[in-house]
Structures are given as C-alpha cells and as structure tokens.
C-alpha cells in the first residue's frame, strides 16, 4: 500500500475488533506500539496523527455475535450494494448500520470461509488528515492478509464484493506449482494477499490479519513475550518481503504477524 490515507474504493482504513480482556489487551498494544522516544501509535493506539487505525472494543452485548478476529474496514462505492453481492455470494451479514433516511454507513460482512471483515463508504477529501508527507507510512495498517483452503473461492468473493482486481503469485510447494493472490484497489495499490493454506502457509488460520509498520522483529518479539504473547513461525510473504513472523495470543484465537523489514503484529 502507498498512502493510506487517500479515499479509494478497496483502501483500508482501520481495523476493529471487541475483545473480552479489554484491559489486558490495550496493555500489549500500548507497550509495543509506543515503543521509543518517537512512537509510531500513540498511547490511546490512534496513530501519531490522531487517527483510529486498530480500534480495541470491550466484548460487550451489542458486539457478543461478532467473531473473535479483527475485521479490516474496506471503503467500498456503494455498502449496500456490495451487502447484497455477499448475501448472494453466500456470505452473511453480521451488521448493518444505516442513517435516518435508510442509508447503508457500514456493514460487517462474514465470508463463506468464515472470515469477517467491515465495508463503509469512500471517505470524504475533508476526513483525510493532512501530513508533510514524511510520514507516509507509518501508523496505519500496511498490508492484509487471509488463508484459506479454497482462495481461488475467496478471491472470487473479494473481487466482487470488494471491486478489488486481482495479481496472480506464483509458489511452490512439494515441487508442484500453483498461484496465490495480490488484491489491488482502484489506485492500483496492493491492498491484501489471499493464500492458499498450504506449502509454508499451511496451518494458519482463516481470519484477515493485518500489518503495521514500526520496529525490527527481535525487539517485537521481546515486548510480545514479556505480555504472554508468542512467535509462532517465520516464512516468506506474498507481498515479496524478506521474512514474515506469525504471533500468537495465549490467551485468545487472535494470531498476528510482523515483517522483519518494520512490522509490528496486530
């Protein structure tokens, strides 16, 4: 992704997700992200511009029917459209929030595959914080990611839904060949990659993780351990990067993943 924060159909914006140790959470989230005399995230986790990115909700009634898994926001041309091409697709809709005229705001959408993630309206030129340009890409979620036993099925499902387009990747696995998927916005910006579970991404679960840039690997493996988080593996990446790392939450089904290049998982 280049800027994210540019009104597009298929850009990213954020990234939720409500969770039962709300404290304890916020606690990991805060000691990683804040790391250092010029932190990336402030401590309240919007990023250093003010802008929510990750937000972290308490398990609350009104989110109880949601899975435990964060749910990327995903600007689309019309929500209820694209409601609809899901419901057709044989996906479901978890949520859908309209205005006092029965305008579709936002939906949160469950894949066939079972992972979920939110669509919303292109946001106005206006809600766009302005920068200086140095700090393009820092504080907001770089890259998404989505394993699953049939992506071809689910890149079909994006595609459409999403009106993202596709780039094919080639892999290997036991000397057989085969292809995974780049999902592209309307900008021409790589937005997602959507993997088969197999080969070096075999085991990994079907829930959009996600990407945020800030420090070298070891430094956040250290500040994962020490709030009972755990490295799970490492392995290459669709987005051609050096090295990935999978981390996984002890207590919760949430996995999350940094780049040895300056990721942090979330």
């Known amino acids: 992704m280049s800027d994210p924060?540019?009104?597009?159909?298929?850009?990213?914006?954020?990234?939720?997700?409500?969770?039962?140790?709300?404290?304890?959470?916020?606690?990991?989230?805060?000691?990683?992200?804040?790391?250092?005399?010029?932190?990336?995230?402030?401590?309240d986790l919007m990023n250093n511009q003010g802008t929510p990115i990750i937000g972290l909700g308490s398990s609350s009634a009104e989110y109880a029917h949601l899975p435990l898994q964060r749910m990327p926001h995903i600007q689309v041309a019309d929500v209820a459209?694209?409601?609809?091409?899901?419901?057709?697709?044989?996906?479901?809709?978890?949520?859908?929030d309209k205005d006092d005229d029965g305008k579709s705001?936002?939906?949160?959408?469950?894949?066939?595959?079972?992972?979920?993630?939110?669509?919303?309206?292109?946001?106005?030129?206006?809600a766009i914080p302005s920068t200086d340009g140095s700090a393009a890409h820092v504080g907001h979620i770089s890259w998404l990611d989505l394993t699953v036993s049939d992506a071809s099925a689910t890149r079909d499902f994006c595609r459409?839904?999403?009106?993202?387009?596709?780039?094919?990747?080639?892999?290997?696995?036991?000397?057989?060949?085969?292809?995974?998927?780049?999902?592209?916005?309307?900008?021409?910006?790589?937005?997602?990659?959507?993997?088969?579970a197999r080969g070096m991404n075999l085991g990994l679960p079907p829930v959009w993780m996600i990407c945020l840039p800030r420090l070298a690997?070891?430094?956040?493996?250290?500040?994962?351990?020490?709030?009972?988080?755990?490295?799970?593996?490492?392995?290459?990446?669709?987005?051609?990067?050096?090295?990935e790392r999978w981390f996984k939450v002890s207590w919760g089904r949430t996995f999350r993943w940094c780049r040895d290049e300056g990721c942090a998982a979330a």
């Not at 690997?217 to 593996?233: D, E, L, Q, W, Y």
């Open 105 to 126: 705001q936002r939906a949160v959408l469950l894949e066939p595959d079972g992972a979920t993630f939110g669509i919303m309206p292109v946001v106005s030129a206006e």
């Open 81 to 96: 459209a694209s409601a609809k091409c899901a419901l057709d697709l044989g996906g479901k809709e978890l949520m859908h």
């Open 217 to 243: 690997t070891s430094r956040v493996s250290v500040a994962f351990g020490r709030k009972g988080v755990r490295p799970s593996r490492r392995h290459g990446g669709t987005m051609g990067s050096t090295h």
């Open 160 to 196: 459409l839904v999403v009106d993202w387009s596709v780039q094919e990747v080639e892999m290997e696995d036991a000397s057989e060949r085969y292809v995974d998927y780049n999902m592209v916005d309307a900008f021409g910006n790589l937005a997602a990659g959507v993997r088969h």
């Open 5 to 43: 924060f540019v009104p597009r159909v298929g850009g990213i914006l954020s990234a939720d997700i409500a969770v039962p140790e709300h404290d304890r959470e916020v606690r990991i989230y805060s000691r990683v992200l804040t790391t250092g005399e010029n932190p990336l995230w402030r401590e």
